[in-house]
């Protein structure tokens, strides 16, 4: 008798020890997928930004836009964030960042962002774009969105995106803008802590792996099943 329980002892275990293990590798890989893909997202630990139009991916591109500590009351999260101002011409100035792929259709794809102004009625836009190549004309609007800002230096307002794609991309894009139509006359914007995440969509294991795990824990059942009635 107390080997039939030995036995079915064993067989239970092993079959938490297998499901404790799909688990663990299921929370690994969503885990992986989670992380930032963006480069200094938090501005920290970089002295300098690149042109608006970087020429590679994971460097911050940014058009009249400087880093800088607490500046008019706003304070950073670490020691730097990035100071965003009117840059004369056009509509927006413009901070954005490239990371490279792929990513496959039914990816889910978050942009989030603290921003905070000097000034009132800033108004702020985030947007994602998908890229298959680094040329400047290659972009393939995935969302956008427009925020108006508070007026209280004190306060960072998390703003967030998010997309499912609809068509394969080789790189994506994360941009921050800021509209001229409210920057200027004193009025200037700030971003820290943007982070970029791309989960892909679940991958479905073939029918023929999922019959062969199924079969072997119905076996492991089973087996227990048959000793504890000897």
């Not at 992986?32 to 963006?38: G, I, K, R, W």
């Not at 942009?111 to 000097?118: E, H, K, R, T």
Request: neutral net charge; charged residues 10%; hydrophobic residues 45%.
């Amino acid at each position: 008798m107390n080997c039939t329980r030995t036995v079915a002892a064993a067989a239970k275990n092993k079959f938490i020890s297998i499901s404790t293990a799909i688990v663990l590798m299921s929370s690994l890989a969503s885990f992986n997928a989670q992380a930032n893909l963006l480069t200094a997202g938090d501005f920290e630990g970089i002295s300098s930004i690149d042109t608006f139009w970087a020429s590679s991916t994971d460097v911050w591109g940014a058009e009249n836009s400087v880093l800088t500590g607490a500046t008019g009351g706003v304070t950073p999260f670490g020691t730097q964030m990035l100071q965003i101002n009117h840059a004369g011409g056009g509509s927006v100035s413009q901070v954005h960042q490239m990371v490279a792929g792929p990513f496959v259709t039914g990816t889910t794809v978050t942009f989030d962002v603290q921003l905070n102004s000097i000034g009132t009625g800033v108004a702020a836009q985030l947007m994602i774009a998908g890229r298959n190549s680094i040329s400047t004309g290659d972009l393939n609007l995935v969302l956008s969105s427009t925020f108006i800002l508070d007026s209280s230096v004190s306060t960072w307002q998390s703003f967030s995106l998010t997309s499912v794609l609809t068509a394969d991309f080789n790189f994506l894009s994360a941009e921050i803008r800021y509209l001229h139509s409210t920057l200027g006359g004193g009025n200037v914007g700030f971003a820290d802590n943007a982070v970029l995440t791309a989960v892909a969509p679940a991958t479905v294991p073939a029918p023929p792996t999922v019959l062969l795990l199924g079969s072997g824990l119905l076996g492991l059942v089973s087996a227990a099943r048959r000793k504890r009635k000897v």
